[in-house]
């Protein structure tokens, strides 16, 4: 009876593994410009990467199968990247402007935001490595809000103090940014393939021919 109930808890533990549940190494079908690799371990863990353009990332966690769809989620759950207002300094030469850089002082360019006012149409833009100005004249800016394109980072709304001559420093801190946050991400099957439902698309994933 003990070594029955051994086997039952073992089973418990482990996910279902019926043929309808694929198991192996799969790469990406989508074309020379996007490298990603998958692979459905039988021990219920899976390993990702996907290299696409500007994305690296890359994710290691658990697996659950019902009904041939499989459900990926991290562990640990990565702690997102975050914009912080680190300082604001006065008497600058340019009525307004900003910077975002990483942890080590580094700018970060290219990243999008978007400025408001107490009236009329807000102004948006991209970051460059040393910064951005502007001079509104008439105008003056209330808030500021930050969006990194490539992770989909994205700020609270930023209040902006109310003079000229000043200049935010914003830092984007990394924290696990380039670690996929899949919570029950959905891969599916269709036509032979592996669909793996992220980043608002599907990826197809064909089993790579040194796979189990």
């Not at 051994?6 to 490298?35: E, H, I, K, N, S």
């Not at 040393?130 to 004249?137: I, L, M, Q, T």
């Not at 439902?197 to 064909?206: I, S, V």
Request: glycine fraction near 12%.
């Amino acid at each position: 009876m003990k070594w029955a109930l051994g086997l039952l808890l073992l089973g418990l533990a482990m996910p279902a593994a019926a043929a309808d549940c694929p198991t192996g190494r799969f790469r990406a079908a989508a074309g020379p410009d996007v490298a990603s690799g998958l692979e459905i371990g039988k021990d219920g863990h899976f390993r990702y990467f996907l290299s696409m353009g500007a994305v690296d990332e890359g994710a290691e966690g658990v697996w659950t199968c019902d009904k041939g769809t499989l459900k990926l989620t991290t562990q640990p759950t990565p702690k997102p990247a975050a914009f912080r207002l680190d300082k604001v300094t006065d008497g600058e030469e340019a009525p307004f402007s900003l910077v975002v850089t990483w942890p080590n002082g580094q700018g970060v360019p290219a990243v999008d935001f978007r400025i408001d006012f107490a009236s009329g149409e807000p102004v948006t833009g991209y970051t460059q490595q040393d910064g951005w100005a502007r001079d509104f004249e008439d105008r003056w800016p209330t808030g500021v809000q930050f969006a990194e394109p490539f992770y989909g980072t994205e700020s609270a709304l930023l209040p902006i103090p109310q003079r000229r001559g000043i200049r935010l420093h914003i830092v984007l801190e990394p924290n696990d940014m380039g670690k996929a946050a899949f919570d029950d991400t959905l891969v599916t099957q269709e036509d032979g393939k592996l669909i793996l439902h992220w980043r608002g698309g599907k990826l197809p994933y064909a089993r790579d021919e040194d796979g189990e």
